[in-house]
């Protein structure tokens, strides 16, 4: 496995690649270029990389102006003032006109660390789902976030972009394909399904082998387009295994969780439980060691699986 | 301004006045007031100000307005209307199910709106981006806003304000609708957004005043806009609430509300229809 790279960096390198080839590429940021990775973008482009200073919400609408008159506006901050601050901006002036601004969120979810509660954002997702037309990447590796970004850009519409401040592993080669709205298979298996997104990937992975060291047989799948889901794909894994565990890094209240509980009570009802943040605050700590301390990893995971199986 | 183009001025904008009377006694619902205060404004942007063609409402070369003030639909809608984007008629769908115009600007389906607003401060910043894009781009598109002076009390219209002057924002030109009156009460009651000469000085814009109902008084403020190359320009527009409703003017109580029959003809009066 290659070294461990956080989907920030793989955001930066890629607007910068990308840039090159798209002309009417343009970046904001709001005094956060250096954290978002969209300094590397800058140095590559000055002229097109647009610091709109500790001012999210004009920044957010900077963007939709750009977006109208022949830009494809990347807007970045960390995603607790973007999807947090200003989701109004979002709703309102990019999300009901369906304009082609993208945000890409970066320090999104509990591994933020020891900045703590305040900047961990656990409610992004959930608060962009509940806009008409957004559509939500949550890439799991390097590879995925690169590809997302190109995706985004050819994409013509609102595109909420989530990634990471730790670094993960890389889970993808050279050769994967990425498709807005498709989920991905990660390995097969048949007593329980594990629905996974963004860095929960990872841990999901490692919960399989947990599983399997149990005699338990565990699916897992990546979905890093929560909107919209891959509905198909969700009920084919729900109706083969009999049991879903969702997996994310996110509150279990509206996010990948809510989606496939959604999804499922309609049109496959399964016994579903979800791995997330239970309805509370983060808190300063190591990354790493606050995915255990709030039950996000691969033990936790495959903890949950068991209880999942038993509910069959 | 010769006398002539003023008479013809003064009459689009009596039209204007009439469209919005119609279009929110139509609905029973609307923003009268704010509508009436902008309409001289409307008539002599649309008319003389901005670079646009009806016939082709999407040409990217186009000057752009963003009705930052978005509960002022009518007078926009009512201006297009006059303009020849759609038939004057369709003024009396506003605001109901089937219609196209909504109760704030919608652009996805209005011809001629530049931008969906009505959620107060987005606009400035939307008008922003406009501005730099064409700034990056060296064309000679101009970008326009009108905002209302309760709306500047949106810390949002500040972070705009700050990012034009120090991006230096010379295509950009905002007008604040300064009829004094919000929802509540004086804007001086409220929450007292002036001095705004002052303020945005500070912020480094060029700052213009205008009589909101005088044509010579807004084509001078606008040509001091065109004039300023280094700096966004906005003009503090001097207006009255309700501008050419007797019973409406310089009142409150029809910031919001729609006239009823009785009402409605003592307007038409007022306007010259009777």
């Known amino acids: 496995m290659a070294d461990k790279i956080a ?110 509660a305040t900047h961990q954002c656990c409610e992004d997702i959930a608060l962009m789902r509940t806009i008409p037309g957004m559509t939500i990447l949550n890439p799991a590796d390097a590879v995925e976030a690169r590809l997302a970004v190109k995706a985004a850009i050819e994409f013509e519409g609102p595109v909420y972009l989530r990634f990471g401040r730790m670094a993960v592993p890389v889970l993808f080669g050279d050769d994967y394909k990425f498709e807005i709205g498709k989920g991905v298979k990660m390995a097969d298996g048949s007593d329980v399904a594990l ?23 565990a699916s897992v799948v990546n979905i890093s387009t929560i909107k919209p889901l891959d509905e198909a794909l969700v009920v084919a894994e729900a109706a083969k295994c009999g049991a879903v565990v969702t997996c994310e890094e996110h509150t279990v209240i509206g996010g990948l969780g809510g989606a496939v509980c959604e999804c499922l009570a309609e049109k496959k009802p399964t016994p579903v439980l979800r791995v997330g943040i239970q309805d509370e605050f983060g808190r300063s700590g190591p990354a ?24 069959k | 301004m ?22 929110v006694y139509s609905a029973n619902s609307g923003h009268p007031g704010g509508s009436l205060s902008i309409a ?38 009512s201006a297009l209307a006059q303009r020849g984007y759609f038939p004057v008629e369709d003024l009396k769908t506003f605001r109901k199910t089937a219609s196209y115009l909504q109760g704030h ?40 806003a009108i905002l209302g002076d309760g709306e500047t009390e949106e810390g949002q219209v500040w ?7 120090n991006r230096k924002l010379s295509n950009l030109c905002w007008l604040v609708d300064f009829n004094g009156l919000q929802i509540d009460g004086p804007i001086a009651d409220v929450n007292d957004p002036t001095p705004y000469p002052e303020k945005f000085r500070a912020f480094k814009w060029n700052v213009v005043e205008c009589d909101a109902h005088d044509f010579d008084s807004i084509e001078a403020a606008y040509q001091a806009a065109r004039a300023c190359t280094d700096k966004p320009t906005v003009i503090i527009s001097h207006s009255i609430k309700g501008k050419g409703v007797s019973y409406m003017e310089n009142s409150v109580s029809w910031h919001g509300a729609a006239p009823n029959a009785e009402q409605y003809e003592v307007a038409m009066k007022d306007l010259g229809e009777r």
């Not at chain 1, 929960?200 to 338990?216: K, N, P």
């Not at chain 2, 209005?110 to 060296?138: H, Y």
Request: charged share 20%.
């Open chain 2, 40 to 77: 001289d404004v409307l008539a002599y942007l649309y008319f003389e100000e901005l670079n646009i063609d009806p016939k082709n409402p999407d040409w990217p070369g186009r000057d752009r307005l963003v009705l930052s003030k978005g509960h002022c639909a009518p007078g926009l809608y």
């Open chain 1, 195 to 217: 629905i996974a997104t963004g860095i929960e990937v990872e841990q999901a992975l490692g919960a399989r082998e947990l599983l399997a060291a149990d005699g338990i047989s």
């Open chain 2, 105 to 144: 600007p919608d652009m996805k389906h209005t011809p001629g709106v530049d931008m969906t607003s009505g959620s107060l401060g987005q606009g400035a910043s939307t008008s922003c981006g406009m501005a730099l894009a064409n700034k990056i781009d060296g064309t000679s598109v101009r970008v326009y």
């Open chain 1, 7 to 116: 989907t920030r960096e793989a955001y930066g390198k890629a607007l910068a690649e990308f840039g090159a080839i798209y002309e009417n590429l343009v970046v904001l940021d709001a005094d956060l270029a250096a954290a978002t990775k969209t300094a590397t973008f800058k140095k590559a482009f000055p002229e097109r990389h647009f610091d709109c200073g500790i001012a999210e919400n004009n920044m957010i609408c900077v963007a939709t102006g750009m977006s109208l008159c022949g830009k494809i506006p990347f807007a970045s901050t960390f995603a607790m003032f973007a999807a947090g601050r200003s989701f109004e901006q979002i709703r309102n002036s990019i999300g009901y006109p369906h304009n082609n601004v993208k945000i890409g969120a970066t320090h999104a979810g509990i591994t933020v660390g020891e900045d703590g």
């Open chain 2, 159 to 165: 972070e705009a304000a700050m990012f034009a002057g």
């Open chain 1, 288 to 311: 790493k060691e606050l995915l255990s301390y709030y039950h996000l990893d691969a033990a936790a995971i495959a903890e949950k699986a068991k209880a999942a199986i038993a509910l």
């Open chain 2, 2 to 23: 010769d006398t002539q183009r003023k008479t013809e001025l003064a009459e689009i904008a009596r039209k204007i006045r009439v469209g919005i009377i119609d279009a």
